[in-house]
């Protein structure tokens, strides 16, 4: 990193405003909520600290290797914002932070190559994601994953290892089947809603898209899949790719326009939040500005969805005992808690069990478990110790990352515990009631 950048270098919508910074006013009550404060107890790397580190740098201090890694370490898991008296929007400014090393980074060609690959054409691209969706299908199919996972023999190669330990199942056949298809709704039809099924959920989580529109054709909606639609740009925004996350944003907002919607919906936690955003992201585009602010007005998880409509109670009764992680984007970013947890206690039978900290993260957050393994996964043990004071057997999440990560924890770490969507409990009733009829 040379000496002499600076985040005041940066395009004036992708560095931090100076607004945002001032509102800190450093008391500290973020600290306890902060995960990698929790764990390692270092200034820096808490919320106050990365601000004190933005502001210096945005007001001409040398960016340093050290910046940079405490700013690469932080989840982006906006606890600190819930926490906040003074309304900091921390998730901006930490993107925006981001976005202008971003631009002043000069990687290795195979850092560039990959990211390339992997934000520039898999994420974006069906048939991409259907060809690695398939090679991950014959890993697990082949038996070769049984083999790996129990002979230990990637142990030796540690980080390997560890991201193996994560991997997501392909499962066939994948949600591309269902997009550009419209779903009447079962009985009268209440809403017109628009589903957006997100990128590799289209592979690694096609049942849960599949139970997500069954549940709402359940609850009275015609379901859309627009057949235009493209991943929605978090991991980009996330990763400081700011102006690949608008082009995305902009093909989306194309693909659900002039709809008549009665309102968008992710299962996602983590898209809905940067969903949500566009209006944010695209306030200085002149042809897409309104656009935008339109579709994020429109934009809503589909927890908060179906917590808000009249519920169809024909559920049978699950005999579980349950209890719920939050999804940071989803408390934190979008501010929603109590709506999952209203959708759990209306499933008869179920026995719903509040975990301490349930707000606190996973260690998930985007590609964070990926390339910020060892942490996450420190983060990750602390998050199982909580959750087994329940003894809960079943763990529910409102975020397939989430699900991958509470997965891992749950047979590494803890006692191979389930971990489904909410959405997934209450297909679950809606079917077991339809047969049981």
Not at 165 to 185: C, M, N, Q
Not at 249 to 258: G, L, T
Not at 277 to 287: S, T
């Amino acid at each position: 990193m040379a000496a002499s950048s600076s985040l005041r270098s940066a395009a004036v919508h992708d560095r931090p405003d100076q607004a945002d910074l001032d509102k800190c006013v450093h008391c500290g009550l973020c600290l306890n909520v902060c995960p990698t404060y929790r764990v390692l107890g270092l200034e820096m790397d808490s919320p106050r600290g990365r601000i004190y580190q933005i502001n210096q740098i945005a007001n001409g201090e040398a960016l340093t290797a050290s910046h940079v890694q405490h700013l690469d370490l932080c989840l982006a898991c906006r606890a600190c914002e819930t926490a906040c008296p003074s309304g900091v929007p921390y998730g901006r400014i930490i993107e925006s932070a981001r976005a202008a090393i971003q631009a002043q980074e000069r990687p290795g060609i195979w850092k560039r190559l990959t990211r390339k690959l992997i934000f520039e054409h898999l994420l974006s691209s069906p048939v991409g994601l259907q060809l690695a969706g398939a090679c991950l299908y014959l890993y697990r199919a082949t038996g070769l994953q049984s083999i790996v996972r129990y002979s230990g023999i990637l142990k030796p190669f540690g980080r390997l290892s560890d991201l193996e330990a994560l991997s997501p199942t392909a499962e066939v056949p994948f949600f591309y089947r269902a997009i550009g298809k419209t779903f009447p709704a079962s009985g009268e039809q209440r809403y017109h809603v628009a589903f957006l099924a997100g990128c590799i959920a289209n592979v690694a989580f096609a049942r849960l898209n599949e139970a997500t529109v069954r549940v709402l054709q359940e609850n009275g909606c015609q379901v859309t899949i627009p057949a235009d639609q493209t991943c929605c740009g978090a991991l980009h925004l996330h990763s400081g790719m700011s102006d690949y996350a608008r082009k995305l944003a902009r093909i989306n907002i194309e693909a659900f326009a002039n709809s008549g919607y009665d309102a968008i919906l992710t299962n996602a936690a983590g898209c809905g939040s940067t969903l949500k955003e566009y209006g944010h992201l695209l306030r200085d585009d002149p042809a897409f500005g309104e656009k935008a602010r339109d579709f994020s007005a429109r934009m809503k998880d589909v927890n908060e969805f179906l917590a808000s409509i009249e519920l169809n109670r024909q559920m049978a009764p699950l005999p579980y005992t349950v209890t719920y992680q939050d999804s940071c984007h989803l408390a934190h970013g979008q501010k929603i808690k109590e709506a999952p947890r209203k959708l759990l206690k209306s499933i008869p039978g179920l026995s719903f069990r509040e975990m301490p900290m349930a707000d606190l993260c996973c260690g998930s957050a985007g590609i964070y478990n990926v390339v910020q393994n060892k942490m996450a996964m420190r983060i990750l043990e602390g998050k199982m110790k909580y959750i087994e004071t329940t003894k809960a057997e079943v763990i529910a999440t409102a975020n397939p990352g989430c699900m991958l990560q509470l997965a891992a924890g749950a047979r590494l770490l803890s006692n191979g515990q389930r971990v489904v969507h909410v959405i997934e409990l209450l297909d679950e009733a809606y079917e077991k009631y339809s047969a049981a009829g």
